[in-house]
Structures are given as structure tokens and as C-alpha cells.
């Protein structure tokens, strides 16, 4: 039997920035929804004006550097009446087949704290069957029982938002079956320049499981026998040591998941998720360069120079071995 649509004691919450080509379709699957707020970050485009439009709350967020990013501190300063939060991106489109399931399973007496849904794959316009790209994540969860991680900052990155940051649920974690629609209407250019904004902070963040064995000091700890987040880290943490993991990942993509059947279209998304490890990579071999140059280089005699940024610390230190070579 159906369920009768009717509001749900559900606030939604949707982190943007420039979102006008998706930020409508995006909130016109909404409507299950008792209350949606748009959390944005000084947008230039049309976002603020098609989201009031259609009836969502806009909050400004202005980012500091450090933690919270912007859901944790949606969560940490919003007044949140409603028994349940649902987080959705911009370019994510919520189905009617999803809300009927949700409003069964929040209503059961036995419901878990949070419940995780697949992120199903769109790409150049089509819906990924294969490939392994879809994955599951923690968006849907009872008010105040559940937390982002806190993990190593990269100002650099300039990533006000939480990409790879998991949340911690105080609680039992559920899994639903319908899958959230993930389709970006924004072009192949922003999303790899995304990509290369998450590489420089993945780098940073890679660093540090290996020298510590975590992300950060608020972070889900590798275990290969935890949950499923924690085993998830396990792996991770055995893929950055090896050095041919671009290749893996390509191949897990495109043969393992069978990414080649999507055509042309599964042959650049496996190339792009292989570029992007590779990115990554060299990214982290660059922090390590500047870790050496900056216990090799010796005090400078002139205090001016300490002024120098660690881009020309860099560089000089690369110069003065390029002397003394």
C-alpha cells in the first residue's frame, strides 16, 4: 500500500555554492519535507534567489578555516525543531520511491539513529549501472545524535564543506534500499576543478594516516574488523601504501565493476578517478619535499626572510640545491 504523502518531521539540510544549475531540481523533490534550509556560502549566482523562491530558508555561512565546516556547524548552531535531519547536496535529487521508504522507517518504534543511503551515480548524463562509483553514506539521522569527524585542516584546499568526513552516529546505523539521485547539471570543467581542489586536501589528509594511522584527532580509527566505516578506513589505509594504487583503482572501476559497460562514458569516469589518485599522490610527495627542504634549510640570516610563504621556501630551498649540485 502507498504511503500518504504528507509532510514529514524531517528538516532538510543543503550545503551550496553556485548551485543555480542544480539547486531547483534539487528542491522541488523536497516537498515530503517539513522545513529546508539552504545553507550557502556568499553564492554570485542566481542560488539565494531560486531557493527563496521556492520556499527554503537561506542562512549565510562564512567559513573561518578549521572545524566545524558548514553542516557540522548547520548542526551545532541551526534551531532544528524536528525530530529527523536529512542532508542532500545541491546536485542531488531526493525520489518519491525514497521518501516513502524513509517515512515507514522513521516511524517505526525500532528505528535506528541514523540511516545510511546509496548516492547513485550520474555521469555526462546518464545513470551508472556499473562501475562501483555509487556508494553509501550516513545523510539521514535523529536530531543530535550524530557528529562529523574532525579531521586535519587544509587551508589551502579552500574547501568550506565536509567531502571526506564521515559522521558518527551515537547509535544503531540502518541502511535504506532506494537510492538517492547524484546528478551535477554543472560542467566537466567544474568537476574536475573540484577534484583538484579535493586532491590537495586528500594529500594532506593521506599524510597523516601514515604517520599517525588517522585522518585526525576526532577521526574513525582503521580496523578490519570494526563497522563498516571503520573497515573502509582499513583499506584505505593499505591502498596509499601501495604504489600502484591509480592503476588499482582503474582497474577496480572499469573491469572488476564492469565500468566498461557503460561505454565511453565509464571509460572517462575511470580515468578521471585514476587521474585524481594520481594527483593525489604527487601532491603528497610534494609535502614530503617541503618537510625536508624545511629541517634541511638552515636559519636565515636576514630576519626578513622569514616572512617567505612556503611556496618561496620551497622554491629556495630547491635553488640552493640546484647550487650546490
Known sequence: ?????????????????????NIVKCLRALDRAERVIVIDSQSDDRTVELAASLGAEVVQFRYRSGYPKKRQWALENLEIGTPWVLMVDADEVVP???????????????????????????????????????????????TGKARFERLTDCPEA??????????IVDGRVGRLRTHLIHEDFKSLQAYIDRHNRYSSWEARLRSDLLTSGRYGRD??????????QERKRFLKLIAVRMPSEP?????YHYFVCLG??????????????????????????????????????????????????????????????????
Open 1 to 21: 500500500m502507498p504511503v500518504i504523502s504528507k509532510k514529514l518531521p524531517i528538516t532538510v539540510l543543503i550545503a551550496a555554492r553556485n548551485e543555480e544549475a
Open 96 to 142: 518519491q520511491a525514497l521518501w516513502d521508504e524513509i517515512a515507514v522507517e522513521i516511524s517505526r518504534p525500532d528505528a535506528p539513529e541514523a540511516m545510511a543511503i546509496v548516492k547513485g551515480f550520474h555521469f555526462l548524463g546518464r545513470r551508472f549501472r556499473f562501475g562501483g562509483f555509487s556508494f553509501a553514506a550516513v545523510v539521514l539521522f535523529r
Open 158 to 167: 579552500g574547501q568550506d564543506m565536509e567531502v571526506h568526513e564521515r559522521v
Open 219 to 228: 577521526s574513525i580509527r582503521p580496523r578490519l574488523f570494526g563497522n563498516s
Open 247 to 251: 592503476w588499482l583503482w582503474f582497474a
Open 260 to 325: 566498461f559497460l557503460e561505454g565511453k562514458r565509464g571509460l572517462i569516469a575511470c580515468q578521471i578517478r585514476a587521474s585524481y589518485i594520481r594527483q593525489v599522490r604527487a601532491k603528497m610527495y610534494e609535502l614530503g619535499l617541503r618537510r625536508q627542504c624545511s629541517t634541511r634549510q638552515p636559519a636565515p640570516p636576514d630576519e626578513r626572510i622569514g616572512t617567505l610563504d612556503s611556496a618561496q621556501k620551497f622554491a629556495s630551498c630547491g635553488a640552493a640545491e640546484k647550487v650546490a649540485a
